[in-house]
């Protein structure tokens, strides 16, 4: 059984960078086919995907995010990370990771997600 866990601050000043961390457990972050998922949710609105990095290292972003978003991986602990650069009070959401099975088209296993604040 897959299970994604999501670590986070819970509250960030404006301007600063919120930094996120999920620790897979029951799958490795490099086998095949696998792209590994943040998706957001602000308050009151929908899931907003901001991107991925793939079994193989490659990523890729939301156009309207890439500008100050940027995620990485450490495969010696089988975590995955996302930095989100001078954040507002817009960026106030709870944040999933989630994983992307390409052969099936679907995210198929997603953490529980985590709130953060953007807030003075």
């Known amino acids: 059984q897959v299970q994604l866990q999501e670590l986070g601050p819970g509250l960030v000043k404006p301007s600063q960078t919120l930094s996120l961390t999920c620790t897979v457990s029951g799958g490795s972050i490099t086998t095949s086919n696998y792209y590994w998922n943040w998706i957001r949710q602000p308050p009151g609105k929908g899931l907003e995907w901001m991107g991925f990095i793939g079994y193989d290292g490659s990523t890729g972003y939301s156009p309207s995010l890439k500008s100050h978003t940027s995620i990485a991986r450490d495969t010696s602990k089988n975590q995955f990370s996302l930095q989100l650069i001078s954040v507002t009070p817009e960026d106030t959401a709870v944040y999933y990771c989630?994983?992307?099975?390409?052969?099936?088209?679907?995210?198929?296993?997603w953490g529980q997600g985590t709130q953060v604040t953007v807030s003075s």
């Open positions: 989630a994983r992307f099975y390409d052969s099936s088209k679907t995210y198929d296993y």
